[in-house]
């Protein structure tokens, strides 16, 4: 049972540049999450997903798009990137809502810098 | 607003000592409370939960936590530590509800168990 994986796992993009960041999930789970981890700064959720075809934006969405078209997949788009993005990304996933208390479940994380 | 702290970046523990790895938290109505474990150039693991109920929580690996309502704290602690213990711990908070609600995480506590 491979739970969440992300690809890639190591990425450099020049300022400007475009890419996705993969995330999949075999567990079935209806909600998936990304977040970005700073140092020091914890977590911050960028996007959410209850279901296929549903996406919410989190705390910090600006300059990131998602989709969600499969209850599988839930890859994180950036358009143009920006110096403030380099960052460690994490797709996460959940059987439930957190109101009824079921952990998410994490990938390794993608290493993003943009120089 | 919903918030989590952690006060200490960082705890230092000898081998076989007791630990603990402080939480509080911040939410308007009853909270569900997750510790999470970092390992390097890994995603975060699920440790325990508390929902409702008993203010013991035991969790994975010997870890457990104590909810204390009236101190609105979450503390993370073993008896016993382990060198494979040393980690980046992260405590997190919701609202429960039942409705889709973020997860709010503290910006985390690096644990290191010396020989």
């Known amino acids: 049972n491979a739970g969440v994986t992300q690809t890639p796992k190591f990425r450099i993009l020049k300022i400007g540049q475009s890419m996705t960041l993969q995330c999949t999930q075999d567990?079935?789970?209806?909600?998936m999450y990304w977040y970005r981890q700073d140092p020091g700064m914890g977590l911050k959720l960028i996007y959410y997903?209850?279901?296929?075809?549903?996406?919410d934006k989190g705390e910090v969405p600006n300059g990131y798009n998602v989709s969600r078209s499969t209850t599988e997949d839930f890859p994180l788009r950036l358009e143009l990137a920006a110096p403030s993005q380099t960052s460690v990304y994490f797709c996460?996933?959940?059987?439930?809502?957190?109101?009824?208390?079921?952990?998410?479940?994490f990938g390794d994380g993608t290493r993003l810098s943009i120089l | 607003a919903q918030s989590v702290a952690q006060p200490e970046d960082q705890v230092n523990v000898a081998e076989g000592n007791p630990l603990t790895v402080k939480c509080t938290y911040s939410?308007?109505?009853?909270?569900?409370l997750f510790w999470y474990v970092q390992y390097p150039n890994r995603g975060l693991q699920f440790l325990l939960k508390y929902i409702t109920g008993d203010n013991l929580v035991k969790g994975s690996y010997g870890f457990e936590a104590e909810f204390n309502k009236s101190q609105t704290s979450f503390h993370l602690k073993k008896p016993s530590a382990l060198v494979s213990d040393s980690a980046l711990y992260f405590c997190?908070?919701?609202?429960?509800?039942?409705?889709?609600?973020?997860?709010?995480f503290g910006t985390g506590t690096r644990l290191l168990v010396s020989p």
């Open positions: 997190a908070a919701g609202l429960m509800n039942t409705g889709f609600q973020k997860l709010v």
């Open positions: 939410v308007s109505g009853n909270p569900y």
């Open positions: 997903s209850v279901g296929a075809g549903i996406t």
């Open positions: 996460a996933s959940s059987w439930d809502t957190q109101g009824r208390g079921q952990p998410q479940h």
């Open positions: 567990m079935n789970h209806n909600y």
